[in-house]
């Protein structure tokens, strides 16, 4: 059973930074993606890595903050994000396709996931 492990969630203050990791030892060359959920809120998709090529997608919510990348060799997953604003407060969780190109940043796309890491950005 494939398993996504993600870790680096905390607590930090409006225009600090983090960064999440997502561990997927059996993970390799597969489209990968970060999403997000705040409480009464849908999950939604921030951004996206291509396999093979590492081509990257981010949201408009995100472009500019955030950045995905992935480490060939450990097979992990991350995701830095600068400029933290509250909104962007909620659990974030990985997610993997088991095909190397993306089919777009929509839950319905992603079939592997990890449980989640909390995200709290005060004011």
């Known amino acids: 059973q494939v398993q996504l492990v993600e870790s680096g969630g905390g607590s930090v203050q409006a225009g600090g930074s983090l960064r999440l990791s997502c561990a997927a030892p059996?993970?390799?060359?597969?489209?990968m993606g970060w999403f997000r959920q705040a409480p009464g809120k849908e999950r939604e998709g921030l951004a996206m890595?291509?396999?093979?090529?590492?081509?990257?997608y981010y949201a408009d919510s995100v472009k500019g903050r955030f950045t995905i990348s992935r480490d060939n060799d450990d097979n992990t997953l991350y995701l830095q994000m600068n400029s933290l604003k509250p909104e962007d407060s909620g659990i974030y969780y990985c997610a993997a396709r088991s095909v190397y190109f993306c089919n777009g940043l929509a839950v319905r796309n992603f079939g592997i996931w990890g449980q989640g890491t909390q995200v709290t950005v005060s004011s």
């Open positions: 890595i291509y396999g093979g090529s590492d081509s990257t």
């Open positions: 059996a993970i390799r060359g597969s489209c």
